[in-house]
């Protein structure tokens, strides 16, 4: 089962890369990197800021959960996120239900990777509603970004600081840990 977990992260990377090959999207990654570079840094900011707290992560014991977190953030989101803004529609009432697929789409991905292949686990009150929530997020925050970059951050901003509320994120302890690591690698 472990083997298989390892795989499917990599079938989900490999079926994106062909997705985006197919529909030639590397023609777009100019437009749409500033948003690549949105969703990318705030997936890294949640690992920043809940360290030990994590609420969502992947599995396998192929590789190392460093290793599959950064072939997600540097891979798997980047290609999910030119895949989405290259086939967006431009009118808004289009945009919506295209939203409302791509949650759908996403949520479901997620449901069967946790629930099947046990390829992603929750903890700390973390359930598939709140990753319903954050893909609504991501797809909504990374088209506005395309044309509204100063409200998109100020609006990510403000939600993250909601989501660590709710989630009682011990940022400050974590911070604390995050300057003794750095302190004991400058002793060394």
Not at 158 to 172: D, E, I, L, Q, R
Request: glycine share 2%; proline share 3%; hydrophobic share 50%.
């Amino acid at each position: 089962m472990m083997r298989e977990m390892l795989i499917m992260h990599i079938i989900l990377a490999l079926w994106l890369l062909v997705l985006n090959f197919k529909n030639q999207t590397w023609r777009n990654f100019p437009k749409y990197s500033q948003s690549i570079f949105y969703v990318s840094f705030f997936n890294l900011l949640y690992y920043f800021l809940c360290k030990e707290n994590i609420l969502w992560d992947f599995k396998s014991r192929l590789m190392k959960t460093k290793e599959i977190r950064i072939l997600h953030l540097l891979i798997i989101m980047p290609l999910l996120t030119l895949l989405f803004l290259s086939k967006s529609p431009k009118k808004l009432s289009r945009q919506i239900p295209y939203i409302c697929k791509w949650v759908l789409a996403s949520s479901i991905i997620e449901w069967i990777g946790q629930r099947i292949f046990k390829m992603i686990y929750f903890t700390n009150g973390w359930h598939i509603g709140w990753s319903i929530c954050i893909y609504i997020k991501m797809y909504s925050f990374s088209l506005l970004m395309t044309k509204k970059p100063l409200i998109t951050w100020f609006m990510s901003v403000a939600s993250t600081v909601c989501f660590v509320y709710v989630f009682k994120v011990p940022v400050k302890e974590n911070l604390r840990e995050y300057y003794k690591e750095m302190s004991d690698k400058n002793e060394l």
